[in-house]
Structures are given as C-alpha cells and as structure tokens.
C-alpha cells in the first residue's frame, strides 16, 4: 500500500503543469548564440532556437509550428550570412511586423564562399553561400556578434540595460582570455595546416594564422578528382588528422585517413557552450603531429 502511494505520488508530481515561461522572447538562428545571448541576458529572456541539434543550418527550412514562437519573438538575432535566413525573412514580414531583425554579422569582414570547382558549373545550388556564416567560431568575430546582441537587446528590452552592460563586459573578458588562451597553445605549432571535412574554422583559421583545407566542395561531397588532389596537398604537407563534424558522415574522411595512415577526430561547433567547444577544437588542433 505505501508503495501503492508512493508511486501515486509521484505520478502526480510528474503532471503538475510546468510553470509558464513569462519571460519575453528572442529568436536565434542556432544554439551558439544561445549560448551569447545567455551571457548577455542571464535568465532575464527566454531564448527560442531555430535549428535543433542534428539540423545542418546550411540547409534548414523552418517548421509551421516553430512559426508560433517566431511570431511571439520581439527580436531576432540572425547570424546575416545563412541562405535560410533570407527565405524566412520574407514569411515574417505577414506574421510578426514588429520583429526585429537584427544581423549578427554587421561589422565582420565576410570570408567569401568556396568557389565551383568545375567550370561552366550553374550556379545555382541551394547550400551554397556567397559568405562563410561560421563567424561565432573564431574570438575576434565573436566579439563583434556580441556587441551587436548587446545592442540589440538593449534597444529590445530597455529596462534590462544596466544588467546586460554587465554581463556584457565580464562576456568580453572571457572571450578575451580563451583567445589568448588558443594563443598560447598554438604558439609552437609547427604545422599549422588543417585538413576538414565541412570548412567550419575558416575565421578561426584567419585569426590564428592556420590554413584550411575543406574535402567538402560547395556544400557537397567531395569527387574524386577533388579528393585526389587532397590526398597529394596532405601528404605534401604531412597531415594525418582530418576533422570532421559530429553530423557529417564520417564515410570519405575515413577513407582519407586511411590512404594518409592518419586519423579522423570529431569537433561539434554547433554545441551549445561556445567556451567548451573552442577549447576542445584549440586541444584537438594542438595535439595535431
Ligand atoms: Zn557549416
């Protein structure tokens, strides 16, 4: 009988309504900037995520009911530079007029998109971007999409200022030490070639003076040709490591490593804790041979 209770109990306890989130709401493209906002805003807004882990935001197309949020959304923080980003825009414009749309990459200086390798190629593919959007990966952009959230949030929710300047500023001297922080391990790093499946640190790269080379051509799988010359280049420059995101199929970057007698290593830049993540993929670079 008290076990009867005991379990009565707890089904009750399980369908207590949560409580309502009453919280005003900010939108974001994808959950790094969750993860900026947070910083920022601490638990005073409720953030909504537009691409759920283990979505590429390359090629996203929003849900109907994620509309529902968007629509309650008093600000949107686009990272500028996705191709879904544009698509949705025009669908708002009916929905939620007073969204403010606000592009996170204002201020950067855009890395242009891989070129077509083959030529009289159509331009026309749906992933392709004019701009490589992965500018949260590198410090010094980050720094640039956090004043731009800050203000952003300051003109969106006023009566929050004083609290995000703080935040703000203790934001900013985190992100200035894990940049000396990737600083300092890649220092003595000899080899400062990286081979990558899907091109995510080219701003990472420019910042800290490494080169990338991605097997992934315009958003697609490599050919043949392509991944031929990328055996010849890593051998040439003596990679063995090929990085891969956690979404990716591991497939053609195996076959790599084995033709190079090297590696394949996961990173996850869409993860959540921007922190955690660019110190992982610094290790990762840094244990390189
Ligand atoms: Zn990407």
Not at 54 to 63: A, K, M, R, T, V
Not at 245 to 258: I, M, T
């Amino acid at each position: 009988m008290k076990k009867f209770l005991y379990i009565i109990v707890l089904f009750l306890a399980a369908c207590q309504p949560k409580q309502k989130d009453t919280r005003e709401l900010v939108s974001v493209s994808i959950l790094p900037q969750k993860y900026f906002v947070d910083q920022i805003a601490g638990d005073l807004l409720q953030v909504n995520v537009l691409v759920p882990p283990g979505s590429s935001p390359h090629n996203y197309s929003i849900l109907p009911s994620q509309m529902k949020d968007m629509a309650k959304s008093k600000v949107w923080l686009q990272i500028g530079l996705l191709t879904f980003e544009d698509a949705l825009k025009d669908k708002l414009a009916d929905i939620n007029k007073e969204l403010a749309i606000v592009n996170c990459s204002e201020g950067i200086e855009p890395i242009a998109g891989s070129e077509c390798e083959e030529e009289g190629h159509d331009h026309e593919h749906a992933h392709h971007e004019a701009y490589d959007p992965h500018i949260w990966l590198a410090p010094a952009e980050s720094k640039i999409m956090a004043q731009n959230i800050l203000n952003a949030l300051k003109a969106g929710f006023p009566h929050h200022s004083t609290s995000f300047d703080a935040n703000y500023e203790r934001f900013i001297s985190k992100i200035d030490s894990v940049s000396s922080l990737i600083d300092q391990k890649l220092a003595s790093l000899t080899n400062r070639n990286i081979l990558i499946f899907h091109p995510t640190l080219g701003y990472y790269a420019r910042q800290f003076k490494l080169t990338q080379t991605a097997l992934e051509l315009d958003g697609k799988e490599p050919s043949p040709k392509h991944m031929k010359s990328i055996v010849d280049l890593a051998r040439e420059q003596n990679i063995r490591v090929i990085f891969i995101q956690k979404e990716f199929d591991a497939e053609n970057a195996q076959q790599l490593a084995r033709e190079l007698d090297g590696e394949v290593v996961i990173i996850d830049p869409l993860d959540y804790d921007w922190e955690k993540q660019l110190q992982d993929i610094t290790e990762k670079i840094a244990a390189q041979k």
